[in-house]
């Protein structure tokens, strides 16, 4: 039998189905990979934004995922939101001590609309535990500028310098996310001193909640199938531009619904 790539998420839930656990376990089951989660925060959300936050014990957060890397031995994981630095330092204890490969971090600050999904002092924890443990980080504009404490990134210049200073502090590589740009949405990585630049096609829905968790997800499962990283972001890229033109389809809500995740299967 072909082996099935097993991924991890470990992140915050969202009992609307747009983002977070829910959004990762759809965008692997959409690639034909095998989903587990351990869940970080339980959060009060739905598409009109997020009214409370609520993190889980660290201790339990990493009973959760070495129950899973002691027995299932994930391809690639996905970390989305934190919530804490104590958080943050128990995942990445664990993971340094299971030597987890085909790391994908999001670093969810701040939602769209809403509450924070961070307290103090998340920022510097992720980059001092969980940034060199990472093959990928894939903060958006916001979440650049917080982690490396400079202003805000107005074009890809700006965005590959943020993302040298990511991988000055440990990062093996950055992908800085343009979507909140101006124009046609550029996405920058910076890898091994490079630069690449990914251009992408602005669709106009309202139905994007969830996109950064989507994208991220898409990475880990090419990276679990064992593609290159560049070859990976593309591919990620392109499966999101047509969930997103097939996101008005699902009609779920009158706020910032999700993308759709299974376009390509449900017919």
Known sequence: MAHIPKLLSIAGSDPSGGAGVQADLKTFSAFGCYGMAAITALTAQNTQGVTASYPIAPEIVAAQIEAVLSDMRPDAIKIGMLAMPDIARAVAETLARYGARNVVLDPVLVPTQGVSLAS??????????LLPLARL????????????QTPLAKNADDMAAQGRLLCDAG????????GDLEGEPVDVLFEAGEKRVFRGR????????GTGCALSSAIACEL????PLIDAIAAAKAWL???????????????????HHFYALWR
């Open 241 to 259: 531009e047509g969930a997103l033109e097939a996101a008005d389809q699902l009609r779920l809500s009158e706020g910032r619904g999700p993308p």
């Open 171 to 178: 990062a093996r590589a950055v992908l800085v996310k343009g």
């Open 120 to 129: 103090a002092g998340l920022e510097a924890a992720l980059v001092a535990a």
């Open 224 to 227: 679990a199938k064992g593609a």
């Open 137 to 148: 980080v894939t903060p958006n504009l916001h979440e650049a500028s917080a982690l490396t």
């Open 202 to 209: 602005r669709i106009p829905t309202r139905n994007t909640h």
